[in-house]
């Protein structure tokens, strides 16, 4: 469905962050085949209002508005569903960060839109929920994150018979050669020195911990069919193969590209066509050689096995996963727990937790919401 000029319309929520800006960057380069017809922040009024001068969006929202506000912004969170379920949006850009994206991804879906979901908890929390509401409203999930858009770029046109197995690459982050004697001494700023992306900062403390990795196994079953048996993990510290695909001839496909969220971006825009478009520096393998890959180390970083085995048990247990992830990030960030409290809180919480009933979003909310209250309790913060 395209409206007006044959332009598609694009709902940019979370503009103001990492995957926000660089979609705006895509967008302004794509006028002739996209309009920005929404944009939403949560606070920072000063980048919204340089960002609707740039594209003069018909909707405006920031969840969190103050007294100065803008009459003709929207504020709270039905702000959010407001821009994603609008009719002349073809296409909701989820980049939130965390739980508070999912709702807005629920009425999208509903509503038949595109989702290009870099929210990635959206389908941590709540799968089967999601996968119900694209069934529902017709609605489809295309996903932005880098590994997911490489599997997506290497099976299309294929049947998903012929896969027998995908392999998720993760850079191992800032922490791939510490020991665990360091790792307990780990500051905030040692953490948010990513070694190969830019990004916010609990994705950035999320790839740290590998917890990042887990949600994307998670997220890999949900959007790809795939039995967790069949999802690997390799640690590939240059981040240029985004993932392999193995078929079941044993032919293995990868996607590479100089690690960049704009090629992701405007495939999850323009899949499965291609598009002509200069995001990417140019391809330079001798460059960017060696190519290196090393197992995870799950005793270090155990966060990843963790994430892994909520997603087995299934039901509540990924949303508890994501819920005492996201608050121990939070603790973390805010310097009121060590880096290796982390995935303490996550197993804890999986411990006491993983088997809340699951079935509808407010299940899974409630089992959120336990699982956020039990990580407070244990560091009474
Ligand atoms: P970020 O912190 O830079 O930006 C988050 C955005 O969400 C901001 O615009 C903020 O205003 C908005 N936001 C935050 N809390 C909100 C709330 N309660 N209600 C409404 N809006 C809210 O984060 P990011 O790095 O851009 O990541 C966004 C999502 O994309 C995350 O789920 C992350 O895992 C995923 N992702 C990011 C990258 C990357 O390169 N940054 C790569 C892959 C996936
Ligand atoms: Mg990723």
């Not at 973390?332 to 509808?360: E, H, N, Q």
Request: net charge negative; glycine share 8%.
């Amino acid at each position: 469905m395209t409206h007006g000029t044959g332009t598609k319309g694009v709902a940019v929520l979370g503009s103001t962050g990492s995957i926000g800006t660089t979609a705006l960057r895509v967008l302004e380069r794509q006028r002739d085949r996209f309009r920005v017809v929404a944009l939403t922040a949560n606070s920072n009024r000063a980048l919204l209002s340089e960002q609707v001068k740039r594209f003069a969006p018909a909707f405006v929202g920031m969840v969190e508005q103050q007294g100065d506000a803008d009459d003709s912004w929207k504020s709270g969170s039905d702000a959010l569903i407001s821009a994603a379920t609008r009719d002349d949006v073809d296409i909701v850009l989820n980049a939130i960060v965390g739980a508070a994206g999912l709702d807005a991804t629920l009425a999208a879906l509903e509503k038949g839109k595109r989702v290009a979901l870099a929210n990635k908890e959206t389908l941590v929390i709540a799968g089967d929920v999601v996968k119900q509401a694209c069934a529902t409203g017709c609605g489809e999930v295309v996903p932005v994150d880098s590994e997911h858009s490489a599997i997506l770029q290497c099976i299309t046109g294929h049947p998903a018979s012929q896969v027998r197995r995908v392999v998720l690459t993760a850079s191992g982050g800032p922490f791939r050669g510490w020991s665990e004697e360091q790792l307990a001494k780990a500051t905030v700023e040692d953490a948010l020195r990513h070694p190969t992306w830019q990004m916010g900062r609990k994705i950035t403390v999320d790839s740290a911990t590998l917890a990042n990795k887990a949600l994307e196994v998670i997220e890999a079953h949900f959007l790809f069919d795939l039995p967790y048996d069949r999802i690997d993990v390799v640690v590939h510290p240059q981040s240029v193969i985004h993932s392999f695909v193995e078929f079941i001839d044993g032919s293995v496909v990868a996607q590479m590209s100089v690690p960049t969220m704009e090629l992701p971006v405007l495939y999850a825009l323009t899949h499965p066509e291609r598009v002509s478009d200069v995001g990417v520096p140019p391809f330079d393998p001798v460059r960017l050689s060696p190519m290196t890959y090393e197992p995870v180390d799950h005793q270090r970083f155990p966060a990843l096995r963790l994430g892994i085995e909520a997603g087995r048990a299934g039901g509540s247990a990924p949303a508890v996963f994501n819920a005492a992830n996201e608050c121990a990030v939070a603790a973390f960030l805010a310097g009121k727990i060590r880096f290796t409290d982390i995935p303490r809180a996550i197993a804890a919480a999986l411990d006491t937790l993983g088997d809340m009933p699951a079935g509808s979003r407010e299940n899974l909310l409630a089992a959120d919401g336990a699982a956020r209250k039990h990580v407070k309790e244990m560091f009474q913060c």
